[in-house]
C-alpha cells in the first residue's frame, strides 16, 4: 500500500512538472505567434479608418463568445491606438494561438477590442459616405464617352485594359471590379454592371 501511494505521488508530481512545462511551452508560442502578427499590423496603429462592414466593438481584448461585444455600424469613423494580446480570462492565459486586437477608439468616444483579423478585411481608410457623394458628382461611364471621360467618371482608372486591333479599328475593355467598359476606337460602345449591359 505504501509502494503504491509513493508512485502515485511520484507520478502526480511528473504530471504537475509536465503541465507547468507544456504551459510554459504554449505560452512561448503564443507570445512569438503575436509578435509575428504585431509586426504585421504595426503600420496601422496611429491611422484613422472607417468599417467597410459591420463588426463587434469587445470590453476586452477576448473572443466576441467570451466578454460582451457590440456591434459597430458600416462607415464608423475610428482610431487605432495599439496592438495588444488577446487574453483566456478563465485560466489567466494568453490565448492559444496568439491572438492580436487593436484597442481602438470610435468617433463617438465609445472605446473596445477588435480582433485584428476581423480588422483587416473591414477596414479602410476611404470615407465611404464621402466618396459616395464623390462617386455621385462624377458620374459613372455611358456610352458615346470617350476614354478620358471615363477615366474622370467615379469608375477610375481601369483594374487593367484588354486591347484588340483589327482592320476596323482598336477595340479596348477597361475591366473594373464592378463592371467593364468596352470602347471602340476611343468611344464607349458599351457598359457593363454587374452582368448587364446598358
Not at 42 to 63: H, I
Not at 118 to 131: M, R, V, Y
Not at 154 to 182: F, L, Q
Amino acid at each position: 500500500m505504501k509502494t503504491r501511494l509513493y508512485f502515485a505521488l511520484i507520478a502526480l508530481a511528473i504530471r504537475t512538472s509536465c503541465t507547468k512545462s507544456n504551459t510554459a511551452a504554449r505560452e512561448s508560442v503564443n507570445t512569438e505567434l503575436f509578435v509575428r502578427r504585431q509586426m504585421i499590423e504595426e503600420s496601422n496603429v496611429g491611422k484613422t479608418f472607417w468599417f467597410a462592414r459591420d463588426v463587434f466593438l469587445c470590453e476586452k481584448p477576448m473572443l466576441v463568445t467570451a466578454t460582451k461585444c457590440d456591434p459597430v455600424e458600416r462607415n464608423t469613423r475610428l482610431e487605432v491606438e495599439s496592438i495588444e494580446q488577446g487574453f483566456d480570462e478563465d485560466n489567466g492565459m494568453r490565448h492559444s494561438n496568439g491572438m492580436a486586437f487593436f484597442p481602438i477608439k470610435l468617433a463617438d468616444g465609445r472605446t473596445g477590442y477588435v480582433l485584428t483579423s476581423s480588422f483587416d478585411g473591414s477596414a479602410t481608410t476611404i470615407d465611404l459616405e464621402q466618396a459616395a457623394a464623390e462617386c455621385k458628382r462624377r458620374g459613372n461611364s455611358r456610352v458615346g464617352m470617350t476614354a478620358k471621360q471615363v477615366r474622370a467618371t467615379c469608375w477610375g482608372e481601369p483594374d487593367h485594359v484588354d486591347r484588340k486591333e483589327t482592320a476596323r479599328g482598336v477595340t479596348e475593355r477597361y475591366v473594373y471590379d464592378s463592371g467593364r467598359v468596352i470602347l471602340h476606337n476611343g468611344v464607349v460602345t458599351s457598359v457593363q454592371i454587374s452582368g448587364t449591359l446598358r
